[in-house]
């Protein structure tokens, strides 16, 4: 029975303090990489609907000076 117990035993693959380390390094820096990515994408994401806006306001400025002048519309 014994024996049966370490044959199991030595299935498994037994970390060390270094393993659990790397580990641990390992997570910080693609948590610090999931942040940056996050940010950039979030930020490319506000710069693009801010240029969509400013487009919109500028667009709807010359239809208004259009509808001023001729008074027809789009």
Known sequence: MSEN???KNEKYIK????DK????????????MYICIY?????IRI???KKSVEEALR????DKKRY??????R
């Open 5 to 7: 117990v370490t044959q």
């Open 21 to 32: 380390k790397n580990t641990m390094i390992a997570l910080i820096v693609l948590g610090i």
């Open 39 to 43: 940010t950039i994408i979030r930020r």
């Open 59 to 62: 667009q709807y400025d010359l």
């Open 68 to 73: 001023i002048e001729t008074g027809i519309t």
């Open 15 to 18: 970390l060390t303090e270094d």
């Open 47 to 49: 710069y693009k609907e």
